[in-house]
């Protein structure tokens, strides 16, 4: 197995508002001409949040569909669509996000306080998300706000099973407030307890905003691989706003190169994470 680095670029999210950042792609030629962008300097995974005609936060099935076939159409990425969607959305519209058939789905392995909101991961739900992806064949990246969540992970892949491809594959989400924090201890924590879990068991890490940089540097000293994005963070450097998630997977790609672990190409990020090439 290639000692590379897997970036996955989140370039939306559903918090930030369009006003307050003009840069974040919420239309679909938007993130299209992002994704190529960051694939061309590095990402090979895409963690995609879409929006509606208004900019806000979406789950329709018809542009989630569209936005799988378009972003298949122009880019070799790897499709994850986010489960997650916003903490209002509910269970059954985070659920029919699956329909649209992507190669992988983040799966949140438990409730979290998320600033003034809940963002709710109840266990039933968990199980309902996890089962379906393996009948269809749709691998998640299991999203941990929290070292508690790995314990959940353990205790799901126990009780229904390896996910579709057989790999597990975890995504330490930091320094939300209301999760673990974006610290190297913190990550350090949660990469012992990954022991726990199935051998071979890989994880990538984000920083929510000032975290970004503290946990980037030390998931790529720990082994792990990186996400990074404007649904993480919207400032490059103090005082510096982001002008594209391009420029944050480029200085994701160079501290890689740095670190004698380059980034994967697509291919090379569809054999680790157990992605039938369709
Ligand atoms: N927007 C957050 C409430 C995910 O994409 O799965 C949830 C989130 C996680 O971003
Ligand atoms: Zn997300």
């Excluded at 307890?193 to 030390?218: H, K, W």
């Amino acid at each position: 197995m290639s000692n590379g680095t897997l970036i996955t670029v989140a370039p939306t999210g559903a918090e930030s508002a369009k006003a307050d950042v003009p840069a974040l792609p919420v239309t679909l030629d938007e993130l299209v001409a992002t994704a190529k962008e960051c694939e061309a300097v590095g990402a090979s995974v895409v963690h995609v949040h879409i929006r509606d005609e208004n900019a806000q936060p979406s789950l329709d099935p018809a542009r989630l569909r569209d936005t799988v076939a378009a972003l298949r159409a122009s880019t070799d990425l790897i499709v994850q669509l986010s489960s997650g969607g916003s903490v209002h959305d509910p269970e059954s519209a985070r659920l029919a996000v699956l329909d649209a058939a992507p190669d992988m789905a983040s799966c949140t392995m438990g409730t979290v306080n998320f600033g003034e909101d809940v963002f709710l991961n109840r266990w039933e739900f968990i199980v309902d998300l996890h089962t379906r992806m393996q009948e269809r064949g749709i691998v998640p990246e299991y999203e941990i706000f929290d070292l508690g969540h790995l314990w959940s992970l353990s205790r799901l892949l126990d009780k229904y099973g390896l996910p579709a491809g057989g790999h597990v594959h975890v995504d330490f989400v930091m320094g939300v407030p209301g999760g673990m924090p974006g610290t190297a201890a913190a990550l350090v924590a949660c990469q012992q307890a990954l022991r726990e879990l199935p051998e071979g068991t890989t994880f990538s890490a984000t920083g929510i905003g000032r975290a970004t940089l503290p946990v980037l540097l030390t998931s790529l000293g720990a082994g792990g691989h990186l996400r990074v994005g404007m649904e993480d963070t919207v400032t490059y450097a103090k005082g510096q706003p982001v002008e594209s998630n391009a420029q944050l997977v480029a200085r994701a790609a160079a501290f890689a190169r740095l670190a004698q672990r380059p980034p994967l190409t697509s291919g090379e990020a569809r054999n680790l994470l157990g992605i039938r090439v369709s």
